[in-house]
């Protein structure tokens, strides 16, 4: 009984430090885009979407367009602050708090998937005004 319960705490913190990585590797995707949106650097936030965004939007300039019209608390905001992540099999969603420049608050839900070279790239964001019903 003994030997099962050291396996179990050995295989749960093997698999706790996973988790985290992978959300910390998602925050830092995140928040390099977030920041290249405040520099309106175009390239540089095209560069996190995933393959299946750079099809809807084939060029940067079109997918930063897209991003200022539809995300605007995304685009520009006062805060952006973390929230409840959830990891599995190559996929993470993270929730993100955001009051806009307007003093209003959002909650945007990010989706990243891991590419077939390892990195994490950004599927998707649903964005809805905070306390507003899905």
Request: net charge negative; hydrophobic share 50%; charged share 20%.
């Amino acid at each position: 009984m003994r030997a099962i319960v050291l396996l179990f705490v050995f295989l749960f913190g093997l698999a706790t430090p996973a988790f985290a990585d992978d959300v910390a590797a998602a925050q830092s995707v995140i928040r390099a885009q977030e920041q290249a949106f405040g520099r309106d650097d175009a390239a540089a936030a095209y560069s996190h979407a995933a393959p299946e965004i750079k099809q809807l939007f084939p060029q940067a300039d079109i997918f930063m367009q897209m991003v200022q019209q539809a995300y605007p608390p995304v685009y520009r905001h006062k805060s952006f602050e973390f929230g409840e992540a959830r990891a599995a099999q190559g996929r993470i969603a993270q929730r993100v708090h955001i009051v806009d420049d307007n003093g209003e608050a959002w909650e945007a839900m990010y989706t990243l998937e891991q590419q077939p070279d390892g990195s994490l790239k950004i599927t998707g964001c649903s964005l809805l005004k905070a306390g507003q019903a899905v």
